[in-house]
């Protein structure tokens, strides 16, 4: 049912002053039809993450260990990292597509909206005819909310909300199986967001498409997202659904974030924070990076790293939890 | 104590001739009033674009009100520029979104901070500038203090920048700090401690506070009141938590449903709200008329005026008005 696999991906940028490991042996799991949240800090590797799977690293940016497998629909599988340039245009689009926070740089500012969505559909769906094709462009639009009329308009015509819908209807075009959305509401008023993110959902149900939906705002991921990864300094600390890392964050990192955030209603709960700032990812700190900032840190946190193991209704990479590790979760699932 | 009003604010920009004439003027803010208190924080609460940093720029006199006057301890001032200018800037602080925009990236925090005391008149001496350098760096918990004080900005957290931004504003004794949106660009995690130190500094100094954010939730807690803005005007004001939990005005309410919220309980709809106007070509009326769910007949022509909900509350409504 998984229809990708990460496993152990390690992605650097290399610089003067040394490799920024920007993400480290990740592995990790994208159900069909699922949208995963992906959470963390400015700078915890969740681009660099997104567009390794994508492939659409461009140096420094180098991937230094792992894999990444794609399962089709009719179980045949596609190794993503040894696509060769023909393989990966037909995996981009019909597979795989990304929806950027800028619409306005995925949009190519001269050419109008519906002969960007005919050049994506005459590119990689050669047998639909142009009436074909301009039928589906007025069908994906009306779908996003957009009026059919603005085929013929240019991207700075629209407003942000109504650009971040034609990227995505552009993304919907081939019917992929995948959509990797990059903080693609995070530039919007949130009433045009919440518009965007009811639409989303509703696509989803309709096509069945599973979403990489990334963003660092926890409380928006926890509304829309089945299940949620947390990363802290390249690497994932925790998975979980949605309600599990609600209601019972595992992670102390993920427990802090969520008592970061001032609740809209309900009692005014104290808010905890996490003291300090995330680390420099050229020299991180040793054994568990996030040692330093961890209230439950004890002796033997900076000396190992602990790895991501399974948990009831997830995985967590905290010593505190070891003990209650793939037994546990064992004895419950039965 | 009220310490800083604006009365009937108003802002037009024009625009620079086009190429195809004169535009319209793009009316950013229409007949808004504030009034902060000495030792309280007022939120001004709004999306992107409806104007907030604009009443930020009038209220510290960055440029004239098209209309309007701003008011220091009572007095209109008018300072844009000149002596006037320097002596409003020693009692009327701001501080901006971008931590990193805002400080000089040759120079070392301590000159970031002797600057304005040296200008102002605050240091008699250098070891009394150091002094006060340490004690301004020691209000915005950047300890120890000795090695902070020699830190060049780019080897600063983005929340270690806000606060010597914070602890700049504060080197010339203002009584009045306007904060746009200052902790939108820093992470979750650090946003907690920069807005706790602006409410202790509120709390302990007397300073009267504006926390300008698009963040509802966070006005919620930091500030006793919220003002909320629409497309330029003013819709609504309250003690916070009233506010947020029974908000009278529908704009208020869209926004609060929109939220982000994790203990929402109401399922997802499927529903499309619109988009905000143009500030260039406004609706008539009141401005939210085309996207209110209770629209009346009335609001498409007339400019609902203040109707008074009692509390401390008010609202532009005719719904409200109706009652
Ligand atoms: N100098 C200027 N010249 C022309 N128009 C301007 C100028 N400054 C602001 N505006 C316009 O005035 C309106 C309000 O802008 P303002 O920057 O106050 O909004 P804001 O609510 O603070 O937005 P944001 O959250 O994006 O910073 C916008 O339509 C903006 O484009
Ligand atoms: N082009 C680049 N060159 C060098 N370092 C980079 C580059 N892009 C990103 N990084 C570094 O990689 C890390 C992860 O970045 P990114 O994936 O963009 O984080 P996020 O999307 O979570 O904000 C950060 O430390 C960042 O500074
Ligand atoms: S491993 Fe130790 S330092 Fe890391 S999160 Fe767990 S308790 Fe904290
Ligand atoms: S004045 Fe009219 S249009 Fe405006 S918010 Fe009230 S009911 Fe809605
Ligand atoms: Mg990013
Ligand atoms: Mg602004």
New binding site residues.
Partial sequence: MNVLEVRGLGVDYQSATGAVHAVADVTLDLRRGEILGLAGESGSGKSTLANAVARLLRPPAAITSGSVLYRRRDGTEADVLALGPKQLRAFRWKELAVVFQSAMNSLNPVATIGSQIDDVLRIHAPDLSRKARAARAAELLQRVGINADRLRGYPHELSGGMRQRAAIAIALALNPEIIIMDEPTTALDVVVQRDILHEIGALREEYGFAVVFITHDLSLLMEISDRIAVMYAGRVVEVGTARALRTAPRHPYTEGLLRSFPRLRGPREELLGIPGTPPDLRSPPPGCAFHPRCRHAFDGCADERPALLPVPGGEVACRLNEGAGADTAAREAS | MIVLEGRNLTKH?T?ARGRWGRRPP?R?VEDVSLALRAGRVSALV?E???????VARLLAQVYPATSGDVLLRGEVVRAHRGAAFRSYRRQVQLIFQDPFASLNPFHRVRYHLARPLRVHGHAKSDAHERELVAELLERVSLTPVDQFMDKLPHELSGGQRQRVAIARALAVRPVALIAD?PVSMLDVSIRLGVLRLLEKLADESGLALLYIT?DIASARYFAEDITVMYAGRLVESGPAEALTQAARHPYTRLLLESAPDPDRVTPRERQRHGEPPS?ADPPGGCRFHPRCPVALPVCSTTVPGRTELGDGRWTHCWEAAGD
């Fill in positions: 920009f625009a793009v950013a709004g992107s674009g409806c104007g907030k940093s604009t949106e698009h500030l």
